[in-house]
């Protein structure tokens, strides 16, 4: 008794090749086409958006401080100053990643958080403020 484990072009098993591939091309495009469901709590979304995208500009700000430190082109004082405004980016972030775990718990409304969000607004900006005049534009990386 004969087994032929491969495929022969001959005997038609390229035909089952093409169906398979068909069949994957069409339940990828099915999936593809599948409406991406809302988020439960649109706020929370944004919010945690928020935090993910302001996370990544200060690890973008921090490593540029930290480089011109390493190189020697922030004195003490400079760098003082930097962890400032640093700090209170920091902070104001995890003043905010609570005020949303309570939030997710029931414990704290939607508004307290939407203050302590206008806070963390306001740091990122003094942060990217000071970035932008302390760092030369040539040296500059682009920010979110």
């Known amino acids: 008794m004969e ?6 072009i001959a005997d ?8 398979i591939a068909i069949i994957w091309m069409l339940a990828f495009s099915w999936g593809c086409a599948m409406p ?3 988020p439960d709590d649109p706020f929370a979304y944004g919010v945690y958006r928020f935090l993910s995208t302001s996370t990544t500009s200060y690890k973008c700000i921090n490593g540029t401080f930290t480089e011109f430190r390493s190189a ?4 003490d004082a400079g760098w003082a100053e930097y962890e400032k405004v640093g700090n209170k980016f920091v902070d ?7 005020a949303m775990a309570e939030y997710k718990r029931g414990e704290k409304p939607q508004s307290a ?19 932008l005049n302390k760092i030369p534009k040539e040296q500059q990386k682009p920010l979110f």
Do not use: D, M, P, W
Request: aromatic share 6%; net charge positive.
């Open 3 to 8: 087994r032929n484990c491969g495929l022969r």
């Open 72 to 75: 020697g082109l922030i004195s």
């Open 12 to 19: 038609g098993g390229f035909k089952g090749v093409i169906a």
């Open 92 to 98: 104001e972030h995890q003043a905010l990643s609570r």
């Open 113 to 131: 958080v939407e203050l302590v969000q206008k806070a963390l607004q306001k740091a990122l900006a003094e942060l990217k403020e000071y970035y």
């Open 36 to 38: 991406v469901k809302a």
